[in-house]
């Protein structure tokens, strides 16, 4: 188990993650999916920074963990948290996002960025993806997982459920589904809409391992990801990540106007001074 510097590692890297999309949203010319990327940057900083088996200088490795997007429009926060762990560069992403023919687009794409294992954006289509990519891993005695990261809004279609019969009926205990849950669509709460409580049980009801966390309490994320179930076994793992859009920026927290949106100077200064002092508060707190 991860001891209290390898946690305080972590939250310092997903610090890095907010402050760099901040940054980046400052700059860039348009609008960026600022909520969704905020509430999920601490389960992505563990993913790929202390859980998953990957090398940013092998990123063909045949035993490495796979890893789907499937709420592609968190597109960023994927390219950054890929950046601080050596597989892209900062400054490239600040200079070409968005742009035409730019490898960082608004949407993850593998043709143009060596390193995303598939193209997302259209929701609902990871979890099916990657049944498809653990139903041949174990078929092909392969070791490693494949990790798919929902938003809770999409989890409506109905392909996310097909794929989760399918996942356990094909037994793919290396499949790990993370739900972004911060309970909030682009125009609307979910539950105002959507109604998916009670959604554990949901995934339950589908016979699946299902854990529930804090997921923006670092320490509870590493923990749970550490004590996942051997890979060969024969239940596949979601984990209901309950989050806050807008995570840590006093002004975006849980506001559905900032699905997405742009930093003014004004606005970026106030939202860099607000993640670093949650940071310095949470550095106190493990």
Not at 71 to 81: D, E, P
Not at 134 to 159: L, P, Q
Not at 177 to 194: G, H, K, P, W, Y
Request: hydrophobic share 40%; proline share 3%; with cysteine.
């Amino acid at each position: 188990m991860a001891d209290r510097q390898e946690i305080l590692r972590l939250e310092e890297l997903a610090h890095r993650l907010r402050v760099d999309l901040c940054r980046l949203c400052g700059s860039y010319q348009g609008n960026i999916h600022m909520g969704g990327d905020m509430s999920m940057s601490d389960v992505l900083t563990c993913l790929f920074h202390h859980t998953m088996n990957i090398d940013p200088k092998d990123i063909k490795m045949p035993e490495r963990d796979r890893f789907i997007l499937s709420k592609g429009h968190g597109a960023v926060c994927m390219y950054i948290t890929m950046a601080l762990r050596g597989f892209f560069d900062y400054d490239e992403i600040v200079a070409t996002y968005g742009k035409l023919d730019s490898a960082y687009g608004q949407h993850p794409c593998k043709v143009r960025l060596p390193g995303v294992e598939t193209s997302t954006g259209s929701l609902g289509h990871g979890l099916a993806i990657c049944v498809g990519m653990a139903a041949h891993a174990k078929m092909k005695k392969a070791s490693h997982r494949v990790f798919c990261m929902m938003g809770d809004g999409e989890t409506c279609e109905g392909s996310v459920w097909e794929a989760a019969i399918n996942g356990r009926a094909l037994k793919l205990g290396n499949l790990v589904a993370i739900v972004d849950r911060n309970r909030q669509l682009m125009t609307s709460f979910s539950e105002d809409s959507v109604m998916l409580e009670p959604y554990a049980d949901k995934w339950r009801a589908f016979g699946w391992n299902v854990i529930e966390i804090n997921g923006n309490d670092m320490k509870q994320v590493v923990e749970t990801f550490d004590s996942l179930p051997p890979a060969d076994s024969d239940v596949p793992t979601v984990i209901v990540a309950d989050t806050v859009k807008g995570y840590r920026v006093s002004f975006m927290e849980k506001q559905i106007k900032w699905h997405c949106g742009s930093l003014n100077d004004a606005d970026l200064k106030t939202a860099l001074s607000d993640l670093t002092e949650a940071y310095e508060r949470e550095k106190e707190a493990i």
